[in-house]
């Protein structure tokens, strides 16, 4: 089944302590993105990849860190949690092509305390 | 950078009737794509239906369609014969299709449509 995997679906976590949030496709997908969901501010892009080793900044990269060292994975690191990323988190991927559906992870919730 | 602006935080509307769900973006761009995603309460994205800046027909997809204004940089969702299963947070979404904007996607901030039986 054609899915994005995102690990953990909830995650509960104290200021300044790393975490990686999990992303795999298995659509050998070129495009990943992450997107973080505040409720009255709609979904903004953190960031995205459009292929391996190839990552940029989306509108939210503050406090973040992607890395894209193989095609069907794509983490998102936290390196010193703070209480404002507390949020829901959106992995996604598609193809290239100009117009390719994007696939959506289930969400991972997350709440630094 | 690109915007997409949704006026109605909430909407409602009985069961099969027809309710439309605004939005309208703002670019420079001549090319771009829109996007109409709904998330029920599982938080699930589900893409609704797309368009192509550059194709003048309105996309439809079973009850849902929209009306594609691009002098006006609107693009409006109407859902005929409205559904209990409908509801949910509706989000328009922008994606350009060259240069800086090729892998962004902008979103709105979503409308809350409830759907009353």
């Known amino acids: 089944e054609a899915q994005v995997t995102q690990n953990p679906r909830y995650l509960i976590t104290v200021t300044g302590k790393k975490l990686t949030v999990t992303c795999s496709q298995n659509?050998?997908?070129?495009?990943m993105s992450w997107y973080r969901q505040d409720p009255g501010l709609g979904l903004r892009q953190i960031y995205y990849?459009?292929?391996?080793?190839?990552?940029d900044k989306g509108d939210v990269p503050e406090g973040y860190k992607v890395s894209r060292k193989e095609k069907r994975n794509f983490p998102l690191i936290l390196e010193s949690p703070s209480p404002n990323q507390t949020s829901l988190y959106f992995c996604?991927?598609?193809?290239?092509?100009?117009?390719?559906?994007?696939?959506f992870g289930s969400g991972t919730q997350l709440s630094v305390l | 950078a690109q915007t997409v602006t949704q006026s109605q935080p909430e909407m409602s509307v009985q069961e099969a009737e027809t309710v439309t769900l605004s939005c309208t973006y703002d670019?420079?761009?001549?090319?771009?794509?829109l996007f109409w995603y709904k998330q029920p309460p599982s938080r699930q994205m589900i893409l609704v239906i797309r368009q192509e800046a550059y194709k003048q027909q309105n996309a439809t997809e079973n009850r849902f369609s929209v009306n594609f204004q691009k002098a006006a940089k609107s693009f409006s969702l109407k859902i005929s014969d409205s559904q209990l299963g409908d509801a949910a947070m509706y989000f328009c979404a922008y994606k350009g299709d060259r240069g800086s904007t090729l892998g962004r996607l902008y979103f709105g901030r979503g409308t809350q449509l409830t759907v009353w039986p």
């Open positions: 990849s459009m292929n391996v080793e190839v990552t």
């Open positions: 659509m050998n997908h070129e495009y």
């Open positions: 670019t420079s761009e001549s090319d771009y794509y």
């Open positions: 996604a991927s598609r193809t290239t092509g100009q117009i390719g559906k994007l696939f």
